[in-house]
């Protein structure tokens, strides 16, 4: 209704559009989990110079050693090349033998791997020339702690036509294993839900042709202005039945005649940025949301659908930030889902952060989201400190 100076209440909402139950988090999540076991791959490049005259010369037994290399995630073991150009034995005269071996960081520790591992000899190109892949069950048993598989008899000839033009021979080696299984973790998989709106399939030229009546402004007979008085505001020209069509709200201020709304054919939104209005706007010609949000813009698209009561574009706003759902923006979403009461973004926020909580908890936004939402943080840190895996958290991290 108007007041004496003709101005309007825009308080029109029929409902409150939240749902009754808050958290029901227990209905989102299924029972799925997941161990991510992740395969090591080292690699050594070994390049060996004068090998030709190295072949002609060099006697059984006689060895070439590469440096040693190893990978954090196996701490246990590290690896070494050895490389014998006229063979291992006498047995293996006019070959030449190349192996790997595994060794032990520690003198007193049995350690047993199971590795596939690639030999290449390159050419001038880094093509290879020769190459072979085997699988080998190493076991370095102390106290010698060491043990090597490869190959004894590589043809000279073989080896001969993989030699540089400067004589060299460069020798590429892949070795990939998987670490110990047993100090692998299962994890919960988070479920970020979708929301399930009741749509019917409209083909694309029907929408463009929407769209296309509200960017050519034919036949339109309402104008939009949007935007804070006094700031940037923008004019929409819009058709009044569609606004009625698709929310309740319009539809009560532009049945009357008496509504200043109707009298001057304009609608002032001064309460949202343009930005939001125009979604709003494109959402009811299209049905779907044409731009895409950062998070305080989807937030504020939220607000004006629950203002104008299109509860389908706020939906569609939540879907839009569970399908971009970061590290870097849960906790904002986590604080815009509770500060507008959407529960299903909300519960997703949640899961989501206690999957992730060893990386969050590492971030500089977690700091300030514990300073600026003390109350948000201790609910959520108290979910991450009982989840099966964490420690409890360091004093800075604590609220």
Not at 343 to 354: K, N, P, R, S
Request: hydrophobic share 35%.
């Amino acid at each position: 209704m108007s007041d004496r100076s003709g101005r309007s209440d825009h308080n029109y909402h029929s409902k409150p559009s939240c749902s009754s139950g808050r958290r029901q988090s227990a209905s989102l999540h299924g029972n799925e989990c997941m161990t991510n076991v992740e395969s090591v791959v080292l690699t050594q490049r070994w390049t060996v110079s004068n090998f030709d005259s190295l072949l002609k010369l060099s006697q059984p037994g006689s060895c070439l050693r590469s440096t040693v290399f190893k990978d954090d995630a196996v701490p246990e073991a590290c690896w070494q090349l050895c490389l014998y150009p006229g063979g291992k034995r006498e047995e293996n005269a006019n070959n030449v033998s190349l192996f790997l071996k595994m060794s032990a960081t520690s003198p007193s520790k049995e350690v047993v791997l199971k590795a596939e591992y690639r030999f290449y000899f390159l050419d001038d190109n880094d093509e290879p020339k020769f190459s072979n892949v085997n699988v080998g069950e190493f076991h370095a048993k102390p106290p010698k702690g060491g043990h090597s598989w490869g190959l004894r008899n590589i043809p000279t000839t073989k080896v001969q036509n993989s030699i540089r033009q400067d004589k060299s021979l460069v020798i590429s080696c892949h070795i990939e294993l998987i670490p110990d299984v047993s100090k692998v973790p299962c994890k919960r998989v988070p479920i970020t839900p979708s929301l399930k709106l009741p749509t019917t399939a409209v083909p694309t030229s029907f929408v463009e042709r929407e769209i296309r009546m509200f960017d050519n402004m034919e036949g339109t007979d309402m104008t939009i202005l949007a935007g804070p008085v006094g700031g940037e505001r923008e004019a929409f020209q819009v058709h009044t039945y569609k606004l009625r069509a698709h929310s309740d709200v319009f539809q009560m201020m532009l049945s009357h005649d008496n509504m200043r709304e109707v009298r001057d054919k304009q609608i002032d939104i001064n309460d949202f940025s343009p930005g939001a209005v125009r979604a709003m706007i494109e959402f009811i010609y299209s049905g779907g949301i044409r731009t895409e949000f950062d998070v305080y813009q989807a937030t504020d698209v939220m607000q004006i659908a629950e203002k104008y009561q299109i509860l389908a574009l706020k939906s569609s706003c939540e879907q839009s930030l569970l399908d971009r759902l970061s590290v870097n923006n849960v906790l904002d979403c986590i604080t815009q889902a509770e500060k507008f009461n959407t529960d299903v973004l909300y519960d997703a926020c949640i899961d989501f952060a206690v999957h992730n909580r060893q990386v969050i908890m590492q971030l500089p936004v977690w700091n300030n989201f514990v300073k600026e939402m003390p109350t948000l943080a201790t609910g959520l840190l108290q979910k991450m400190v009982n989840a099966n895996d964490v420690s409890p958290p360091t004093k800075k991290s604590r609220v």
